[in-house]
């Protein structure tokens, strides 16, 4: 018997969501979306979710389940029940709820049309396809498994604080078409990433990669649109100057040397940024955080060296 308790919610009669307890006898082999259906068609018809294909194709029955973003069709209930036999079901995050589990995706398809989804070749259409060779393919064979779930979108610390972030779906999107032989808009592309919002304001949590049911690993393509950004020259934004002040630290001495990252990150002539870091620099002086101005090597960092040289060969 499991305990499953549910956020609902509906505006038209109630203003604040609660959660309701429904129990259900549940076989072992269920999932969890089969619970919910079994809920609704048994127990209370007017639970509001999405589902279609229940195949772990059509993306649309991705909820938290104790707190993460999972698609309910693809994991069985007994591998999300906790220890007091519970399961608890809550919308989609950082997207408003419509109706119970139903969330409103506006924004994110909003996102995903602002990475402009689709192929921009220079040449006028062939009279058949645009062919593509298997290797050519593999640069991105991984985003196009997205089904568009949202449960990177929902679980994604950054939006939690930034609703200008462009978001890990519309990012593994972008990789799709950066890396896509056929494209020709590549450095218009990565300039457009590398503004606010884009790539650069991606924290490396992984949490998306974690979320994400396919093998689209939001946060890998992220990282790639990085390299091509890099190998393009896009480099004059704090992010990109981050990236290359970060390797060149460690390269030189094994660590980081947080007196210069920092100034290299908003650049050396760019005076309202550095005047920007003068009173968090004051702060860690005077409560003694400050690292040490002689910034030393690591005993090891012929070692580290020695990995960039290999990784550059
Ligand atoms: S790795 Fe980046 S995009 Fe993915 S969840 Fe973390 S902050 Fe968001
Ligand atoms: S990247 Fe993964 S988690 Fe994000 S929308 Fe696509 S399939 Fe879902
Ligand atoms: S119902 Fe289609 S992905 Fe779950």
């Known amino acids: 018997m499991i305990t499953f308790k549910i956020k609902r919610y509906n505006p038209e009669k109630q203003a604040e969501p609660y959660f309701e307890e429904f129990q259900l006898d549940v ?109 050519q393919f593999k640069f991105i064979d991984d985003s196009s498994t997205c089904i568009m779930c949202g449960a990177c979108y929902s679980d ?30 590549t450095l218009e592309r990565v300039k457009e990433l590398s503004k606010p919002g884009g790539i650069w304001d991606c924290t490396h949590c992984a949490e998306c990669v974690e979320r994400c049911p396919k093998p689209a690993r939001p946060f890998d393509r992220i990282k790639e649109i990085m390299t091509v950004a890099l190998e393009q020259g896009v480099t004059n934004n704090n992010g990109a100057r981050h990236a290359l002040s970060f390797a060149k630290s460690v390269k030189s001495s094994g660590r980081l040397n947080e007196n210069i990252i920092p100034v290299e990150s908003v650049g050396f002539f760019n005076f309202k940024g550095l005047f920007d870091l ?13 690292p040490p101005i002689l910034h030393k090597s690591i005993d090891e960092v012929e070692d580290v060296k020695r990995i960039y040289r290999e990784l550059n060969e």
């Not at 999300?80 to 709820?97: A, Q, R």
């Not at 989804?117 to 593509?132: C, G, N, S």
């Not at 994604?156 to 808009?185: I, M, T, W, Y």
């Not at 003068?278 to 400050?290: Q, T």
């Open 278 to 290: 003068l009173p968090v620099g004051l702060r860690m002086f005077f409560k003694g955080k400050n």
């Open 156 to 185: 994604c610390d950054v939006l939690e604080v930034d609703d200008n972030f462009l978001g890990p779906a519309a990012l593994a999107k972008a990789q799709r078409f950066v890396q896509d032989s056929r494209d020709e808009k």
């Open 27 to 135: 076989q072992d082999d269920l999932t969890l979306l089969d619970c919910m259906n079994e809920i609704k068609w048994t127990l209370d018809g007017s639970l509001t979710y999405r589902m279609s294909c229940r195949s772990a194709i059509c993306g649309s029955c991705a909820v938290k389940a104790n707190g993460h973003a999972i698609l309910a069709c693809q994991r069985q209930v007994r591998h999300l029940v906790k220890d007091d036999d519970t399961i608890v079901l809550e919308p989609l995050g950082n997207m408003k709820p419509i109706k119970d589990l139903a969330v409103d995706f506006k924004p994110f398809w909003e996102k995903i049309d602002k990475v402009k989804p689709y192929l921009q070749p220079k040449q006028k259409a062939p009279e058949k396809e645009r062919i593509q060779s298997p290797e």
